[in-house]
């Protein structure tokens, strides 16, 4: 973030047109992400931006760096492989709520577990866009879309709880709208060594217009954004009046006034277990009343792709490199004059 | 028991060229164990062999039933081998169960050696006999020698320090030394093994304590007085191991890293019969070897595409029940037109099957296992060490024309072994790749322009300056890699993905054609029939008649001159552990008539059987077709 | 503008026998609108018709680019036509991108209808103009109209009541009204069609005055006075509606369950071009159907084979990258011997590749896409409304036989239409099925027991006492299904499951030659090709030329008599939106030569390729082969 | 659990000889869910076992029920079809940890979120039993295995907490030797009306023997066994001198005497939102130290499957019964004479 930045965003945009709907909240996204790395110190061939499928998952071609456009539902076993290939890439996942969590959803979590350094950006517009607006795992009970004219009977899940569940060591969310968030949880993600998670808010204005308006419009959204600060309680509201308590019961929203400040829940996202990461996740069910934003949890575990790399120089100390030589002859053999 | 081991009474062992023996127990009683060592004397004494293990279901089952019967065939010969044996000279059974389940298979007059002591009615009753065989009578056409293993192995190892239930473990290698007895085996190298695995252990003591017992008590006692020699073979002269296919597929697969200079990626998912290649690949760290348990077949593949944009040697494995899970990502491999290896082991039946046996059905799923116009190499390996060629030549063509690759094994060669002289490493093929450094195209780097002669693209690896591209499984255009949406750009495409494995033909050994390039009638086959087939046609051979053998490795495409070699065969026979897939292959590519020989039985085919579907053919000619 | 929508100045407009149309915009014009209701309205004046809709990319690209332009093309006639014509007579182009992509097909001395007030510096630039169309000539071989459409549009709606962006959104009404002038087509379903979508609204309003507007600028405009008509086609007396290949074969599925007397499950994911099918079932709740949107294309399937189980009639629809992933749970209904609809809608290439286009490149995939030995029924719908028929044909086979059955459409068939002839459904054939109620054999019920007629196993449905078994994917033994590891067995079952499926042979319709019985060439299709084949034959013997078609619903098992068909005829030529895989299946099968046609743009093949193809066979005959 | 129960567990046993390992804890939980079933006074018929691929999937075979021995990792999806089509049989799901967390982990979770009434039993040994001992999701870190010869560097789910993050609206954990807990615990599953996971410890003696013994071993068990009891203070120890107490840092187990039996956890399985159930879930990682057995989660919430037979209802209500004819004109007809 100095003036003398190598980059700037034009640097990371490509000679391919953009093709959203205008007004989709992927715009935003995208120049939130090049904004960000153009602010890196990085050399941009050392980005890697893998995609499933869907309207979000077409962001690679926008990106001038390594990407690969996969199919659906896999980026993070692709990004899974080129990050455990070459350590030295950063490799960022972008996805959506049916990308991610629908069909993909086992190499998601299997991805988080496995802590490989790799940072995925789900577009959860809680709707399919690509395939023009079938309901998605995010959607809400009782939505009426194309495949439930009836109003959906599946309960959605909440990704940030399931993130947690599936022992991610960063999860974060923010919204596409707010650009100044989206840039500090990109930093802080980035940041982290191993497997980062980061839903986004993303408004998909022509199949579900609208869907995360308590947090973006004028009038509610100071009421309904509970920004998670690292350090500090976790108050919220025009005037901070509002505040979040942790106790026998989980997380509760509180008038500050009733508890008093110190009966707040001071936010720590350094905390070794995801407990109380996991009781806030609860605070909302989707973006509807008080929503938590920001970095929910952000602890140190040692990433897939290192401990696999520290195997081979292990190995390779004890037992010299390979020889294939001797390996043909380790079963023991006989010679034949 | 003393501790003799030799003795100056021994009788004069019968000369004989060759034997089959098969030794079989339950599950637990360590047949597989004693099969192998067994194996590894006769090699280290100098015999040409090759074994077949046979697991026959998944679980182990209750202990002394049929389903829980395990088996190890080995074949021991003075001359070049080529098969485990269609049918055993000599069956160990250890139990009744075992007896039951395989003395259908002995050769009748064959040997019959049985521990007498799990003959209890108990477990005569599991295995479904109604009266004890060993009385009964219905051995009759067998020659039939008893031991009480059990009891003897009990003497044997007292004093060793293994206690309750350790002791009967080592019966196993009481029967491993009777039979080291009986075709005058040496027992050093079972010794030195106990040793090694065991260290100064108990049950190092009793292992080698029953082992002895069971060589002495066949030299003390009568019964066991006729036994048996196999001298050497004259194999060429060389160095050799004992290799079973997964090993040798692994170690092909590192010989191909090295011999590229790539760094091996292996994703994979483990299942029968191929789990045994990613077991072994991840002992080899060492060698820089990346091995990836991923949470399924999709990850297996989907991490292999992934390192192999990586710029690493990408491979993948599995059998049928993963390859099919594998479709849609290989599918996307080829679209990106990136190197990978996918390894399909294949087993019995659709579905799930029959999981540990042995099938050659995946070869039209392997054609035409996915969506759209999606053309891939298809090579197969025909015997266990084969299977190192084999895997060398599927990083060739992977490197080489940027493509996808499908590398047929199956459940018998996996698992089967066979002596490997070990070749030349110092003279593998120079699999060296440049990756795409700079601009291909003025001042622009362009992912797709080709390589006019073998029309690859350039491999641009993550990290690289200058060269970021976007891949992906949209149809791109040509040179760009952009989205296209054109018409004549997806035709053009659709080609050129064709063209580019077409090619390939004129890059692989033409097929040659082994025995009477006169005849009539020609055997053709692809994969692990290829030692029955051969002995087969052998045997025909010897009774004087006219047939030859083609035996393909490359199956997609064909080697350039295969039309042609077919063309100067009034007969084509094509054996297939499968309903006759390479058959329609080969008809709707040549229009010839070919007849196909099937056999799906979970079972490799006997030499026996392809001999007498040849006399069949050549004596009823022309009432065949 | 006044109220009046017809006019006694009307001059006299011109009969012709049909035409073909093609409305072009950008995504966010509504052409496809304005198309389906213009087909509306013919469809009611009684013409025969067929439709091809064509969106070019997967997500709106901004306005005004090629990749943004979406058309839609129809196709109306006084007689019984098969296609939605090759090249229009009539482009209706809304701005510079509609106009670049589409004008190349329009044929010369076609009409050119464009919306002038889009034709400004910017959205020529997007559309890679360097001069304006309009004025530089090159449009001279064209008869060139323009409208400032949208002018005349913001003029039209004033006093509405619509605002800002929405006034514009009426122009393809204008477009419309301006098209049903010069064809004579009614207005008065458009404005019904309006007030039932509508009802009350200021955008009713206002589309009905664009629309108006449309009409009248047609009527008051010098320009505008050459108009047309298509007289009502003779088609065979009946009750009509204009129908989808997607719409209809969910119809289809629908009146299986009735005709079965089962309740219909659909398990799927969303896809283009399959999504439609499940959003139409979604929507027949009281029809007691049941959609199940699954997380993936594997828990699509993996439901209804549930579902089949519990004793519905199940389905699963998707297109060609989600048919690789229902390959493993395909190979367990085939093992489990369900009964199970699999329907594949084609696309583009492999991958991705063009998911909104046309291909017919699945078929060897549908035919071999499963590990092992695992054949299968597979047919393919010819046009739109066959859908429905195929659909029940899927459920009497999958019913009857206890199999998984494969129907194939393809992304034409989905989108396009026809008019449907409506069957007379109180004769829909009886598809009751006998759910197993007791023993099979003597006190024992064997779900593995076999009806000597067709081989299908009973069906014993969850919660019917004392039939409790359980089914599975390992191989099983005939008769009791339970595990079975036996060598014989496992070739009897294989066998067996073959044979079931070559039986259907003698259970289907035979192939019927359309054309010259007598002629040297046969024209052998399926699939969606229907129409352009038959239309090109018919062109060819107009020619004189002496040629047959036959076109074939059911490609596993072949239909009986093809052999013998195919053999009657020196040339066979075979039309495929592929790269030739019927072809293989017929040269393998029957060792016939033929020729493949192939064609692989995303698009169907159009009358005049076939024709074309058909008059050089037979011209040059001798030099083809 | 009447004298007269209809039934006996030979009722339940099949011709099937019983093909796992002599010492196999698949034996005793078999043992287990036969004798349940055989005292409950539900017809055999209606009971329907699917699993997927694994030595515990082979448990269909040696239930005389309707089952179906599927295919690997796809057993939720099998039985969400049977469950769907057919409310009114009972569904069980008999899975592994390879199976259901490995290549099923996907269905597994959305089987959760939809809440379809199945019951599911996922048995944990913590290793590939049937192909012969790789390393699984749950196997711990730094495991060695034949594919995991210097040790494993993946990270293991918490089954638990993956089921609680995935909207489980009943979460439950037993260990195949205690079989008076495991009854009881498959009481309450069955009674629970949606999906109900039990995660049920498993010992595979061949490939991973004693992995549970911290909870078997005679010296250890009390020590370890954390009993959650709805209702009841969470309490445990020969003394019951240990105990639970969940506050602002999630759970934490202390010495009841230090902080008074007052401030001890209540546990309440039926808490609404399933952040404390996720606390509880984080006191142990895997089956070392005290581990918390019992219920988790149970609360209740609108099925899947009665939610779609509802729709079919009012749908024919609203629109009569499908009438074919009708449907077919739907989109507008024209006649030619
Ligand atoms: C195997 C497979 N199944 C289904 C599809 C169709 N498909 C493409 S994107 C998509 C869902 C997109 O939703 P989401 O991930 O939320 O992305 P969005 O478009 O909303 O950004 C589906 C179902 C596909 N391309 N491949
Ligand atoms: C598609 C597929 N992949 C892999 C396999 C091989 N396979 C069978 S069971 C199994 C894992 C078994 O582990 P688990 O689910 O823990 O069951 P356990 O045997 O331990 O009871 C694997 C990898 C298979 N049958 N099918
Ligand atoms: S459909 Fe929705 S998500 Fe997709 S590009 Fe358009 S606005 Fe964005
Ligand atoms: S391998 Fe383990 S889990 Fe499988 S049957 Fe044997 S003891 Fe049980
Ligand atoms: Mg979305
Ligand atoms: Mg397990």
Redesign the interface.
């Known amino acids: 973030m100095t003036d003398t930045a190598r980059y700037t965003r034009a640097d990371f945009q490509?000679d391919?047109e953009v093709r959203w709907c205008p007004g989709c909240g992927d715009y935003t996204i995208l120049a939130s992400v090049q904004n960000f790395l153009a602010e890196l110190d990085v050399?941009?061939?050392?980005h890697?931006?893998?995609s499933g499928?869907g309207c979000s998952s077409r962001f690679?071609?926008y990106?001038?760096?390594?990407?690969?456009?996969?199919?659906h539902g896999?980026a993070p076993?692709?990004?899974?492989?080129?990050?455990?290939?070459?350590p030295?890439?950063h490799v960022w996942v972008i996805t959506g709520d049916g990308d991610a969590l629908s069909i993909g959803g086992?190499?998601l979590i299997?991805a988080l577990r496995r802590n490989i350094n790799i940072t995925i950006l789900l577009f959860n517009n809680q709707i399919y866009g690509l395939t023009k607006g079938q309901y998605s795992p995010t959607s809400e009970v009782g939505k009426r879309t194309k495949t439930s004219p009836m109003g959906s009977i599946d309960w959605p899940f909440n990704p940030v709880s399931l993130a947690l569940g599936a022992e991610a060591s960063f999860v974060a969310r923010t919204i596409d709208m707010d650009r100044a968030h989206t840039a500090e949880i990109l930093t802080a993600a980035y940041e982290h060594e191993g497997a980062a998670f980061i839903e986004i808010y993303q408004n998909c204005n022509v199949f579900n217009d609208k869907a995360f308006i308590e947090l973006t419009g004028r009038e509610t959204r100071d009421a309904n954004r509970i920004y998670l600060e690292h350090g500090k309680p976790i108050v919220f509201g025009k005037e901070d009046e509002k505040g979040v308590v942790v106790g026998p019961d989980g997380a509760q929203v509180v008038d500050v006034a009733d508890v008093g400040i110190d009966r707040i829940q001071v936010h720590d996202a350094k905390a070794p277990e995801p407990a109380v990461a996991f009781a806030l996740s609860r605070l909302s069910v989707g973006p509807h009343g008080p929503t938590p934003l920001g970095i929910f949890r952000d602890v140190s575990r040692p990433t897939y792709e290192r401990q696999?790399a520290d195997?081979?120089v292990?190995?390779?100390d004890?037992?010299?490199?390979?020889d294939?030589?001797q390996?043909?002859?380790s079963?023991?053999?006989?010679?034949?004059? | 028991m003393s501790e003799e081991t030799t003795a100056d009474t021994r009788p004069e062992p019968e000369p004989i060229d060759n034997v089959v023996i098969r030794f079989a127990g339950d599950s637990g009683d360590g047949m597989q164990l004693a099969g192998t060592r067994f194996t590894?004397s006769s090699?280290?004494?100098?015999n040409d062999l090759a074994t077949f293990p046979n697991f026959?279901?998944?679980?182990?089952?209750?202990?002394g039933?049929l389903?829980?019967v395990s088996a190890f065939q080995v074949h021991i010969a003075d001359w070049d081998i080529l098969t485990p044996g269609d049918s055993p000279d000599c069956l160990v059974a250890m139990n009744p169960a075992a007896l039951k389940a395989n003395i259908g298979d002995v050769v009748k007059g064959g040997l019959v050696i049985v521990n007498s002591d799990a003959f209890d009615e108990r477990n005569l009753h599991k295995a479904g006999y109604e009266t004890n065989p060993l009385e009964d009578g219905s051995l009759e056409s067998y020659h039939l020698l008893t031991a009480p293993m059990e009891q003897l192995t009990k003497e044997a190892v007292q004093g060793t320090g293994v206690k309750g239930r350790e002791v009967l473990r080592s019966k196993n290698f009481f029967a491993l030394g009777l039979m080291s007895w009986m075709y005058q085996r040496p027992l050093d190298p079972v010794i030195d093994w106990i040793d090694q695995k065991f260290g100064d252990s108990p049950v190092a003591a009793a292992n080698t304590a029953a082992l002895k017992a069971g060589y002495n008590y066949g030299l003390t006692t009568e019964a066991f007085h006729h036994t048996y020699s196999v001298a050497?073979?004259?194999?060429?002269?060389?160095?050799?191991?004992?290799?079973t296919g997964n090993?040798s597929l692994a170690?092909g697969l590192?010989?191909a890293s090295?011999a590229s200079g790539l760094?091996l990626?292996y994703?994979s998912?483990?299942?029968?019969p191929a789990?045994s290649i990613?077991?072994a690949l991840?002992?080899?760290?060492?060698?820089?070897?990346?091995?990836?348990?991923?949470?399924?077949?999709?990850?297996g593949i989907?991490?292999?595409?992934?390192?192999?944009?990586?710029?690493?040697l990408?491979a993948t494995g599995t059998?049928?029940?993963g390859?099919?899970?594998k479709?849609?990502?290989l599918?996307?491999a080829?679209?990106?037109e990136l190197p990978l290896i996918v390894v399909d082991v294949?087993r019995?039946?659709?579905?799930?099957?029959?999981?540990t046996?042995v099938?050659q059905?995946?070869l039209?799923?392997a054609?035409?296992?996915?969506?759209?116009?999606?053309p891939l190499p298809v090579i197969a390996a025909a015997t266990p060490s084969d299977a190192f060629e084999v895997a060398i030549e599927a990083a060739r063509i992977a490197l080489k024309y940027m493509t996808p690759v499908i590398l047929l094994s199956d459940g018998y060669i996996a698992n089967s072994s066979e002596p490997w002289?070990?070749p030349d490493?110092s003279r593998l093929p120079d699999l060296t790749v440049d990756y795409a450094e700079g601009p291909n195209q003025g001042e622009s780097f362009l992912p797709y322009l080709r390589d006019p002669e073998t029309l690859a693209r350039p491999w641009a690896v993550?990290?690289?300056?200058?060269?970021?591209?976007?891949?992906?499984?949209?149809?791109k255009q040509d040179g760009t890699g952009?989205?296209s949406?054109d018409?004549?750009n997806?035709?053009h495409m659709?080609?050129l993905?064709?063209e580019k494995i077409a090619r390939i033909a004129d890059d692989i050994a033409p097929v040659e054609v082994f025995g009477d390039e006169d005849a009539e009638l020609l055997v053709l086959g692809w994969g692990s029939t290829f030692g029955a087939i051969r002995a087969g046609v052998n045997r025909a051979r010897k009774r004087e008649a006219k047939v030859a053998h083609v035996h393909l490795r490359h199956i997609n495409p064909f080697p350039a001159n295969l039309g042609e070699v077919l063309a100067r065969f009034e007969t084509v026979l094509i054996p297939e552990l499968?309903?006759g897939q390479l058959s329609?292959?080969i008809?709707?590519?040549y229009?010839v008539?070919t007849i196909s020989q099937s056999?799906?039985?979970?079972?490799p085919f006997k030499a026996a059987e392809i001999a007498m579907k040849i006399m069949q053919l050549l004596d009823g000619k022309d009432e065949q077709r």
Request: charged share 15%.
């Open positions: 490509t391919q050399p941009r061939e050392n890697v931006f893998i499928i690679p071609y990106m001038n760096t390594y990407g690969m456009h996969s199919i896999r076993a692709i990004a899974s492989g080129v990050a455990a290939a070459n030295d890439l086992n190499h299997h696999l195997q081979i292990q190995a390779q004890r037992q010299g490199p390979g294939l030589d390996l043909v002859r079963l023991g053999t006989w010679t034949v004059e | 590894a090699a280290l004494f100098g026959p279901a998944e679980i182990r089952a209750p202990a039933t389903a829980g050497p073979a004259t194999l060429p002269a060389g160095e050799y191991t004992n290799i090993q170690w590192v010989a090295q760094p990626f994703g998912y483990p299942i029968t789990s990613l077991e991840a002992r080899l760290r060492n060698f820089g070897v990346r091995t990836f348990q991923a949470e399924d077949e999709i990850a989907g991490t292999s595409v992934g390192a192999a944009f990586a710029g690493h990408a059998s049928g029940p390859l099919a899970l479709s849609e990502a599918s996307l080829l679209m990106a294949q019995g039946g659709p579905s799930t099957g029959l999981p046996k099938e059905s995946d039209l799923f054609m035409y296992g996915r969506h759209g116009e999606a002289k070990l490493l993550p990290g690289t300056p200058g060269l970021e591209h976007r891949l992906g499984g949209l149809e952009n989205v949406y018409p004549m997806h035709e659709t080609i993905r064709e499968n309903r329609r292959l008809r709707a590519r229009l008539d056999k799906v039985q979970g079972q």
